[in-house]
T-cell receptor, first 114, second 113 residues
Framework: AQTVTQSQPEMSVQEAETVTLSCTYDTSESDYYLFWYKQPPSRQMILVIRQEAYKQQNATENRFSVNFQKAAKSFSLKISDSQLGDAAMYFCAYRSGRDDKIIFGKGTRLHILP | EADIYQTPRYLVIGTGKKITLECSQTMGHDKMYWYQQDPGMELHLIHYSYGVNSTEKGDLSSESTVSRIRTEHFPLTLESARPSHTSQYLC????????????FGPGTRLLVL
């Protein structure tokens, strides 16, 4: 069975600095998709970034980028120029290429220090 | 933000009551999902649907039931609420195509006394 591990329950970063959230996963499959979701306090969960496993190039969305290391089964999220609005719970998620269920990690709560 | 809605947003109810949590989406998505999330914890899939008249149980056993009579509507029902049902319930939807992204509703926070 696939698993997703986020080893950092909480992190803090100074506003305007860069922070990296780690995520590792375990799978025997070669075809899968990885996601980072953001859940602000009392607000809707939204997709931050998505990576297809067959793509070698790391996905980037504005200030958000990933470091996808397929061999190491690592999928970290880098947030550049952190803003107060980035404060949220961040979930790493895995979806098999074979079925529709997404497996979520336990989440990392990110605090932005002004 | 995605066009997926959940009502009520907050619900406090007594033990033994029947409740229905509503979820609707206006994106025409075929797939819909229900997750249960305890505060500060990960999401657990409890139900999903591939389309009208399709319902499947998720990875986490749940005493709730779901129905999918219309594409846009995926309500979750608890016949007899218990304190152990206290949690946040998140609804999500996605298109029926390869590598689709799930879009989440705002969630319903349920407290059973």
């Amino acid at each position: 069975a696939q698993t997703v591990t986020q080893s950092q329950p909480e992190m803090s970063v100074q506003e305007a600095e860069t922070v990296t959230l780690s995520c590792t996963y375990d799978t025997s499959e070669s075809d899968y998709y990885l996601f980072w979701y953001k859940q602000p306090p009392s607000r809707q969960m939204i997709l931050v970034i998505r990576q297809e496993a067959y793509k070698q190039q790391n996905a980037t969305e504005n200030r958000f980028s990933v470091n996808f290391q397929k061999a190491a089964k690592s999928f970290s999220l880098k947030i550049s120029d952190s803003q107060l609005g980035d404060a949220a719970m961040y979930f790493c998620a895995y979806r098999s290429g074979r079925d529709d269920k997404i497996i979520f990690g336990k989440g990392t709560r990110l605090h932005i220090l002004p | 933000e995605a066009d997926i809605y959940q009502t009520p947003r907050y619900l406090v109810i007594g033990t033994g009551k029947k409740i229905t949590l509503e979820c609707s989406q206006t994106m025409g998505h075929d797939k819909m999902y229900w997750y249960q999330q305890d505060p500060g914890m990960e999401l657990h899939l409890i139900h999903y649907s591939y389309g009208v008249n399709s319902t499947e149980k998720g990875d986490l056993s749940s005493e709730s039931t779901v129905s999918r009579i219309r594409t846009e509507h995926f309500p979750l029902t608890l016949e007899s609420a218990r304190p152990s049902h206290t949690s946040q319930y998140l609804c999500a939807s996605s298109e029926f195509k390869y590598q689709e992204t799930q879009y989440f509703g705002p969630g319903t926070r349920l407290l059973v006394l």
